[in-house]
């Protein structure tokens, strides 16, 4: 079993669409997850951290479920700026100075006009 | 307030070269962490250095060597350069080790012939 393992995609959604991406980890230790966003040829920039809780930034709702070892993240309403690779990300370190970011593959997303 | 800068943008070298690539982390930050990103893959963790020292490593061979200087940069050096090192190689700093937010660099393209 991969460490992080995303949806394949490609999605391609036209604009005022939901989307939700889905993402299962292998480390049940695992401390933090993180939801990364990458456009073409660039840099990944984070675009949320995800609680046991559930977190909710705007159009933007990240999901955790521990038992499940299971993360999502919802996108409403999407943006043609909303086009991009969306990466799931999860610290499988043992805490502490022990931290090691562990990236999925991405899934990369296209709104259409 | 100056974000992650490397340098240099992009580099072709042959197979069997030895490379160097450089990190100067955001302003404040002590530690560093470097990543090769392959085409179409997520980001995967090559080693994290704090305190001039290489705290975490992840599975890459000893070609890859790095260092990190009083002023907290780092460079990430590779012997020996094969095909399959062409990638996207990133560098991220955080505020601390073990802080769970990293801000990344825009990389350097690394083409090996």
């Known amino acids: 079993r991969k460490e992080v393992e995303q949806d394949p995609g490609p999605f391609n959604v036209p604009e005022g669409a939901t989307v939700a991406f889905n993402c299962t980890y292998s480390?049940?230790?695992?401390?933090?997850f993180f939801w990364y966003r990458q456009d073409c040829r660039k840099e990944p920039k984070l675009l949320m951290s995800?609680?046991?809780s559930g977190n909710e930034d705007g159009r933007f709702t990240a999901q955790l479920n521990r038992a499940s070892q299971y993360i999502s993240l919802l996108i409403r309403d999407s943006k043609l700026s909303d086009s991009a690779t969306y990466l799931c990300?999860?610290?499988?370190?043992?805490?502490?100075?022990?931290?090691?970011?562990?990236f999925g593959k991405g899934t990369l997303l296209t709104v259409n006009p | 307030d100056a974000g992650v800068t490397q340098s240099p943008t992009h580099l072709i070298k042959t197979r069997g070269q030895q490379v160097t690539l450089r990190c100067s982390p955001k302003?404040?930050?002590?530690?560093v962490s470097w990543y090769q990103q392959a085409l179409g893959q997520g980001p995967q963790f090559i080693f994290q250095?704090?305190?001039?020292?290489?705290?975490q490593r992840g599975n890459f061979p000893d070609r890859f060597s790095g260092h990190q200087f009083p002023n907290y940069s780092s460079e990430l050096n590779v012997n020996a350069l094969l095909l399959g090192d062409s990638a996207l190689y990133l560098c991220?700093?955080?505020?601390?080790?073990?802080?769970?937010?990293?801000?990344f660099g825009p990389g350097t393209r690394l083409t090996v012939l």
């Open positions: 250095y704090y305190e001039e020292e290489e705290r």
């Open positions: 991220a700093s955080s505020l601390f080790v073990g802080a769970d937010t990293q801000y």
């Open positions: 995800v609680y046991s």
């Open positions: 302003s404040g930050h002590d530690t």
């Open positions: 480390n049940s230790a695992s401390q933090s």
């Open positions: 990300v999860v610290n499988m370190g043992s805490g502490g100075s022990n931290y090691k970011l562990t």
